[in-house]
Protein backbone atom coordinates (compact mmCIF):
# COMPACT_ATOMS: atom_id res chain seq x y z
CA UNK A 1 0.00 0.00 0.00
CA UNK A 2 2.69 2.62 -1.06
CA UNK A 3 0.58 5.43 -1.94
CA UNK A 4 2.47 8.48 -2.92
CA UNK A 5 6.25 8.17 -2.80
CA UNK A 6 8.78 10.80 -2.62
CA UNK A 7 12.51 10.47 -2.59
CA UNK A 8 14.83 11.64 -1.74
CA UNK A 9 13.82 12.55 2.51
CA UNK A 10 16.37 14.83 3.12
CA UNK A 11 18.55 16.61 0.66
CA UNK A 12 21.83 19.36 0.99
CA UNK A 13 22.55 21.14 -2.03
CA UNK A 14 25.76 24.31 -3.16
CA UNK A 15 24.44 27.20 -4.52
CA UNK A 16 24.10 26.65 -8.53
CA UNK A 17 23.81 22.46 -8.72
CA UNK A 18 20.92 20.56 -10.00
CA UNK A 19 19.09 17.94 -8.31
CA UNK A 20 15.43 15.92 -9.28
CA UNK A 21 13.11 15.06 -6.67
CA UNK A 22 11.24 12.24 -7.25
CA UNK A 23 7.56 11.44 -6.89
CA UNK A 24 5.62 8.27 -7.73
CA UNK A 25 1.99 6.98 -7.74
CA UNK A 26 0.15 3.45 -7.64
CA UNK A 27 -2.98 5.15 -7.16
CA UNK A 28 -3.45 5.56 -11.28
CA UNK A 29 -4.20 9.62 -10.21
CA UNK A 30 -4.46 11.50 -13.55
CA UNK A 31 -3.59 14.38 -10.92
CA UNK A 32 -0.76 14.96 -9.60
CA UNK A 33 1.06 18.01 -8.08
CA UNK A 34 4.35 19.75 -6.23
CA UNK A 35 4.05 21.91 -3.19
CA UNK A 36 6.51 23.96 -0.98
CA UNK A 37 5.81 24.35 2.32
CA UNK A 38 7.35 26.91 4.27
CA UNK A 39 7.09 28.33 7.82
CA UNK A 40 3.80 30.91 8.02
CA UNK A 41 3.09 30.44 4.63
CA UNK A 42 1.25 26.68 4.49
CA UNK A 43 1.43 25.22 0.77
CA UNK A 44 2.07 26.61 -1.69
CA UNK A 45 1.64 25.15 -5.22
CA UNK A 46 4.45 24.72 -7.92
CA UNK A 47 3.47 23.00 -10.83
CA UNK A 48 1.01 20.07 -11.98
CA UNK A 49 -0.18 17.66 -14.30
CA UNK A 50 -3.68 16.46 -15.28
CA UNK A 51 -2.05 13.36 -17.25
CA UNK A 52 0.87 12.61 -19.35
CA UNK A 53 2.16 14.69 -21.02
CA UNK A 54 0.22 17.73 -19.96
CA UNK A 55 1.49 20.26 -17.16
CA UNK A 56 0.82 23.43 -16.17
CA UNK A 57 2.21 25.95 -13.63
CA UNK A 58 0.89 26.93 -10.02
CA UNK A 59 1.50 29.97 -7.85
CA UNK A 60 5.51 29.92 -7.59
CA UNK A 61 6.76 28.21 -10.45
CA UNK A 62 9.64 29.85 -11.19
CA UNK A 63 13.07 27.75 -11.02
CA UNK A 64 11.39 24.42 -11.05
CA UNK A 65 10.71 22.50 -13.88
CA UNK A 66 8.58 19.35 -14.16
CA UNK A 67 7.33 16.81 -17.01
CA UNK A 68 5.14 13.68 -16.54
CA UNK A 69 6.04 11.10 -19.45
CA UNK A 70 4.15 7.94 -17.14
CA UNK A 71 1.11 8.15 -15.39
CA UNK A 72 2.74 6.90 -12.30
CA UNK A 73 6.06 9.76 -12.33
CA UNK A 74 6.08 13.33 -11.66
CA UNK A 75 10.06 14.12 -10.74
CA UNK A 76 10.48 18.33 -9.80
CA UNK A 77 13.70 19.39 -11.34
CA UNK A 78 15.79 22.32 -9.87
CA UNK A 79 18.57 23.43 -12.48
CA UNK A 80 20.25 26.09 -10.73
CA UNK A 81 19.39 25.62 -7.07
CA UNK A 82 19.23 29.18 -4.99
CA UNK A 83 19.05 29.49 -0.71
CA UNK A 84 15.43 30.81 -1.40
CA UNK A 85 14.27 26.85 -2.59
CA UNK A 86 15.43 25.26 0.82
CA UNK A 87 12.03 24.10 1.61
CA UNK A 88 9.69 21.23 2.29
CA UNK A 89 8.58 20.14 -0.51
CA UNK A 90 5.30 17.68 -1.08
CA UNK A 91 3.82 15.79 -3.95
CA UNK A 92 0.27 14.99 -4.02
CA UNK A 93 -2.09 13.20 -6.53
CA UNK A 94 -5.39 13.05 -7.21
CA UNK A 95 -8.20 11.08 -9.30
CA UNK A 96 -10.36 13.22 -11.65
CA UNK A 97 -13.72 12.83 -11.28
CA UNK A 98 -16.09 11.88 -14.37
CA UNK A 99 -15.96 14.53 -17.09
CA UNK A 100 -12.39 15.59 -16.04
CA UNK A 101 -12.85 17.96 -12.90
CA UNK A 102 -10.87 17.91 -10.54
CA UNK A 103 -12.27 16.60 -7.21
CA UNK A 104 -9.49 18.14 -4.60
CA UNK A 105 -9.36 15.02 -2.92
CA UNK A 106 -5.60 15.15 -2.44
CA UNK A 107 -2.93 12.11 -1.30
CA UNK A 108 0.24 13.31 0.28
CA UNK A 109 3.65 11.52 -0.14
CA UNK A 110 5.93 12.24 3.43
CA UNK A 111 7.74 15.17 2.12
CA UNK A 112 11.69 16.58 0.84
CA UNK A 113 13.20 18.63 2.87
CA UNK A 114 15.75 20.55 0.51
CA UNK A 115 18.30 22.65 2.03
CA UNK A 116 20.36 24.84 -0.21
CA UNK A 117 23.56 26.75 1.33
CA UNK B 1 -7.50 36.82 -5.64
CA UNK B 2 -7.69 33.33 -4.35
CA UNK B 3 -6.84 33.03 -0.74
CA UNK B 4 -7.60 30.83 2.49
CA UNK B 5 -7.36 32.74 6.10
CA UNK B 6 -6.74 30.90 9.18
CA UNK B 7 -6.60 31.74 12.71
CA UNK B 8 -2.96 32.17 13.87
CA UNK B 9 -1.49 29.87 16.34
CA UNK B 10 -0.52 27.92 18.14
CA UNK B 11 -4.04 26.73 20.14
CA UNK B 12 -3.28 25.76 23.23
CA UNK B 13 -6.21 23.02 24.78
CA UNK B 14 -6.78 20.85 27.30
CA UNK B 15 -8.15 17.40 26.79
CA UNK B 16 -11.79 17.66 26.56
CA UNK B 17 -11.92 20.86 25.69
CA UNK B 18 -13.77 22.29 22.71
CA UNK B 19 -12.05 23.57 19.50
CA UNK B 20 -12.70 25.93 16.82
CA UNK B 21 -10.22 27.22 14.51
CA UNK B 22 -11.88 29.81 11.86
CA UNK B 23 -11.28 29.81 8.45
CA UNK B 24 -12.19 31.89 5.71
CA UNK B 25 -12.14 32.03 1.79
CA UNK B 26 -12.10 34.20 -1.29
CA UNK B 27 -12.91 32.39 -4.53
CA UNK B 28 -14.55 32.88 -8.06
CA UNK B 29 -17.40 30.77 -8.60
CA UNK B 30 -17.89 28.15 -5.84
CA UNK B 31 -15.07 25.78 -5.05
CA UNK B 32 -14.76 22.98 -2.87
CA UNK B 33 -13.24 23.34 0.41
CA UNK B 34 -11.35 20.36 2.66
CA UNK B 35 -10.12 20.79 5.96
CA UNK B 36 -6.69 18.10 5.78
CA UNK B 37 -4.25 18.21 8.88
CA UNK B 38 -0.56 17.08 9.04
CA UNK B 39 1.02 15.02 11.99
CA UNK B 40 4.78 15.29 13.03
CA UNK B 41 7.04 14.57 10.50
CA UNK B 42 4.46 13.88 7.74
CA UNK B 43 2.80 15.07 5.02
CA UNK B 44 -0.72 16.30 4.75
CA UNK B 45 -3.83 13.73 4.87
CA UNK B 46 -7.60 14.51 4.01
CA UNK B 47 -9.71 15.33 7.46
CA UNK B 48 -12.71 16.54 5.63
CA UNK B 49 -14.20 18.03 2.56
CA UNK B 50 -17.61 19.73 1.42
CA UNK B 51 -18.27 20.42 -2.24
CA UNK B 52 -21.64 22.87 -1.97
CA UNK B 53 -23.47 25.80 0.30
CA UNK B 54 -24.58 24.14 3.49
CA UNK B 55 -23.08 21.09 3.10
CA UNK B 56 -21.41 19.81 6.24
CA UNK B 57 -18.19 17.71 6.03
CA UNK B 58 -17.39 15.09 9.17
CA UNK B 59 -14.93 12.77 10.20
CA UNK B 60 -13.33 11.59 13.52
CA UNK B 61 -15.11 13.49 15.33
CA UNK B 62 -14.13 16.64 12.87
CA UNK B 63 -16.93 18.99 11.65
CA UNK B 64 -17.34 22.34 9.73
CA UNK B 65 -19.86 23.39 7.12
CA UNK B 66 -19.76 25.02 3.94
CA UNK B 67 -21.00 28.43 4.53
CA UNK B 68 -21.41 30.62 1.39
CA UNK B 69 -22.67 33.90 2.99
CA UNK B 70 -19.97 34.17 5.19
CA UNK B 71 -17.29 32.56 2.49
CA UNK B 72 -16.32 30.10 5.47
CA UNK B 73 -15.96 26.83 6.49
CA UNK B 74 -14.49 26.75 10.35
CA UNK B 75 -13.26 23.22 12.31
CA UNK B 76 -14.99 22.25 14.89
CA UNK B 77 -14.73 19.43 18.00
CA UNK B 78 -16.82 18.99 20.71
CA UNK B 79 -14.03 17.41 22.91
CA UNK B 80 -10.54 17.46 21.93
CA UNK B 81 -7.76 14.49 22.87
CA UNK B 82 -3.95 14.59 23.08
CA UNK B 83 -3.86 12.95 19.85
CA UNK B 84 -5.77 15.69 17.97
CA UNK B 85 -2.62 18.13 18.40
CA UNK B 86 -1.54 18.61 14.92
CA UNK B 87 -1.33 21.19 12.67
CA UNK B 88 -4.38 21.63 10.68
CA UNK B 89 -4.70 23.32 6.96
CA UNK B 90 -7.86 25.04 5.66
CA UNK B 91 -8.12 24.95 1.67
CA UNK B 92 -9.95 25.56 -1.29
CA UNK B 93 -10.18 23.86 -5.04
CA UNK B 94 -11.14 25.77 -8.04
CA UNK B 95 -10.11 24.03 -11.73
CA UNK B 96 -7.07 22.57 -11.32
CA UNK B 97 -5.35 24.22 -8.44
CA UNK B 98 -5.64 23.87 -4.90
CA UNK B 99 -5.29 26.98 -2.01
CA UNK B 100 -4.19 26.92 1.16
CA UNK B 101 -4.09 28.63 4.43
CA UNK B 102 -0.95 29.28 6.63
CA UNK B 103 -1.90 26.47 9.05
CA UNK B 104 -2.75 26.42 12.30
CA UNK B 105 -0.48 24.35 15.55
CA UNK B 106 -3.16 22.70 17.79
CA UNK B 107 -1.64 21.69 21.31
CA UNK B 108 -3.64 19.73 23.55
CA UNK B 109 -2.18 18.94 27.12
CA UNK B 110 -3.33 15.77 29.35
Known amino acids: NAGVTQTPKFQVLKTGQSMTLQCAQD?????MSWYRQDPGMGLRLIHY???????DQGEVPNGYNVSRSTTEDFPLRLLSAAPSQTSVYFC????????????????FGEGSRLTVL | GNSVTQMEGPVTLSEEAFLTINCTYT??????LFWYVQYPGEGLQLLLK?????DKGSNKGFEATYRKETTSFHLEKGSVQVSDSAVYFC?????????FGAGTRLFVKA
Open chain 1, 27 to 31: MNHEY
Open chain 2, 27 to 32: ATGYPS
Open chain 2, 91 to 99: SHTGGFKTI
Open chain 2, 50 to 54: ATKAD
Open chain 1, 49 to 55: SVGAGIT
Open chain 1, 92 to 107: ASSYLASGGANTGELF
